[in-house]
């Protein structure tokens, strides 16, 4: 069984993604992302419609908090 570590690496290097700065709002990565965390059930429902907190902020804060990519001063 994948783990949300696998998946989420997967994706980002599908997409050559080596910084959380270079997924975009809309593009391909952040769809795929997007998706995966709305299908797995980890995204809460406050975040998925943006009451809460907004979607790639939480993507990116959740790849970090993974280990899989660093944020760039």
């Known amino acids: ?3 949300e570590y696998d998946e989420v690496k997967r994706i980002l290097d599908t997409h050559g993604i ?3 700065d ?4 809309g593009d391909e990565c952040y769809d795929d992302l997007i ?3 709305m299908d797995s059930g980890e995204m809460p429902y406050g975040v998925m419609k943006a009451r809460t907190e907004m979607p790639d902020v ?9 280990g899989i990519l660093e944020e760039m001063a």
């Open 35 to 37: 998706k995966y965390y």
């Open 18 to 20: 080596t910084d959380v």
């Open 1 to 3: 069984m994948k783990t």
């Open 58 to 66: 939480w993507i990116a804060d959740r790849i970090i908090e993974l």
């Open 22 to 25: 270079d997924i975009g709002y």
